[in-house]
């Protein structure tokens, strides 16, 4: 069964660093494009960052500078690394990928995700 197994959530002080790892089945990591994905409570699910078909990275306005997305591709396993976290970090994150040719993922649009993780939570306290 194809999936995504999000890992690395945890409680953190506001300024503080958390990696998430995500899983990914071979057939997903290899005919997709994968990103990050997030929803606070109370609030629409948003993009975070994507990696896109040609490899290039698109990051929301609000992590630009702050979190970065790298892939481990023996191990199939697509990462966020987030730093100098803000209370308004704090959500369930997902990992999502969209089938190429990665139409609506690049613009970190929710509508043609094809796959979702189960989620990790990331908590920040300030």
């Known amino acids: 069964q194809e999936q995504l197994v999000e890992s690395g959530g945890g409680s953190v002080q506001a300024g503080g660093s958390l990696r998430l790892s995500c899983a990914a089945s071979?057939?997903?990591?290899?005919?997709?494009?994968m990103g990050w994905f997030r929803q606070a409570a109370g609030k629409a699910r948003e993009g975070v960052g994507i990696?896109?078909?040609?490899?290039?990275?698109v990051y929301a306005d609000s992590v630009k500078g702050r979190f970065a997305i790298s892939t481990d591709n023996a191990k199939n396993t697509l990462y966020l690394q987030m730093n100098s976290l803000k209370p308004e970090d704090a959500a369930m994150y997902y990992c999502?990928?969209?089938?190429?040719?990665?139409?609506?993922?690049?613009?970190?649009?929710?509508?043609?995700?094809?796959?979702w993780g189960e989620g990790t939570q990331v908590t920040v306290s300030s």
């Open positions: 999502a990928a969209e089938l190429r040719p990665c139409t609506y993922i690049s613009d970190l649009k929710t509508n043609g995700i094809d796959y």
């Open positions: 990696i896109s078909s040609d490899g290039s990275l």
């Open positions: 071979g057939y997903i990591y290899s005919t997709t494009c």
